[in-house]
């Protein structure tokens, strides 16, 4: 059974970084679509960044283009989200999802097999 376990998460002020992780286990192998979402209450949950761990391809929602950056590590079958020049508007909840099959929209909820428990980030000012 695929787990995926977040960390990294905190209250930081406006302007600094934080390092998210997501470590996996229960894999065969490390050939995965891996997303970072975030979620506020009362809000949908909001695809932020993506990588394909099959070749590093990666993506990123125009929220976080140019600020965050996602990266992995296979020997340690872990995601990292690095977070710079963090604002308020960045607080939420972010949860890393897998999915082995690659199909569906990368920023849509419902292509992912596989969730975190979710990591606080908030972001004063």
């Known amino acids: 059974q695929v787990q995926l376990v977040e960390s990294g998460g905190g209250s930081v002020e406006a302007g600094r970084s934080l390092r998210l992780s997501c470590a996996a286990s229960?894999?065969?192998?490390?050939?995965?679509?891996v997303t970072w979402f975030r979620q506020t209450p009362g809000k949908e949950r909001e695809g932020v960044a993506v990588i394909f761990t099959t070749n590093g391809a990666t993506i990123y929602a125009d929220s976080v283009e140019g600020r965050f950056t996602i990266s992995q590590d296979n020997a340690k079958r872990t995601v990292y989200l690095q977070m710079d020049s963090l604002n308020p508007e960045d607080t939420a909840m972010y949860y890393c999802?897998?999915?082995?099959?690659?199909?569906?929209?990368?920023?849509?909820?419902?292509?992912?097999?596989?969730w975190g428990q979710g990591t606080q980030v908030t972001v004063s000012s």
């Open positions: 229960g894999l065969n192998n490390f050939s995965f679509r």
């Open positions: 999802a897998a999915d082995k099959t690659f199909r569906g929209r990368w920023f849509t909820p419902n292509s992912y097999d596989y």
